[in-house]
């Protein structure tokens, strides 16, 4: 009986975090942002690709983005609230086509989410200020972080930083 007990215990607990673990993207993604539009706000704001990218999560085609070949010092903002993202100093090749970074400007500019969206569990990464949709970060990127933010260019915009 006891075992029983045990038993029962185990299963209805792994019942609670399973759907601990299920409910959890879903809060996050109502999650409220500091700037918030509705889709017919953001459909004028944005171009079709930005918003195809920042509030549909698409992704951009690789080798097509106008940051990707990018190197002058300057912010990567957000296209979307202008948040600053990325500094170009953390910028790298990665071969992949799209702008890569090993560290966003602050661990708070970002928000990173499990996504297990299209058979391969990612985790993406999205603006913390409108929530908008970025790109995807991986394990595999350089020292120092080991990190590789790969982001869409069309969901940021470069500021140079002023010439002296
Ligand atoms: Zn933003």
Redesign the pocket.
């Known amino acids: 009986m006891r075992i029983f007990t045990n038993l029962l215990v185990a299963v209805v607990a792994i019942g609670l975090l399973g759907c601990i673990s299920v409910a959890a993207p879903a809060q996050k993604a109502q999650q409220k942002y500091e700037?918030t539009h509705t889709l017919a706000e953001w459909h004028k704001l944005l171009s079709p690709q930005a918003f195809y990218v920042l509030r549909e999560s698409g992704t951009e085609r690789s080798f097509t983005g106008k940051l990707l070949d990018v190197h002058d010092k300057g912010t990567f903002v957000?296209a979307?609230?202008g948040?600053k993202l990325f500094r170009s100093e953390t910028k790298f090749e990665s071969g992949t086509g799209w702008p890569s970074f090993y560290a966003p400007i602050k661990a708070k500019a970002v928000d990173q989410i499990e996504d297990d969206s299209d058979g391969m569990v990612r985790t993406e990464v999205k603006?913390s200020?409108?929530g908008?949709h970025l790109g995807h970060v991986f394990d595999d990127g350089p020292k120092p972080t080991g990190l590789r933010y790969c982001m869409n260019s069309v969901a940021m915009k470069f500021t140079p930083d002023a010439k002296k």
């Open positions: 700037i957000c979307g609230c948040q603006c200020k409108c908008g």
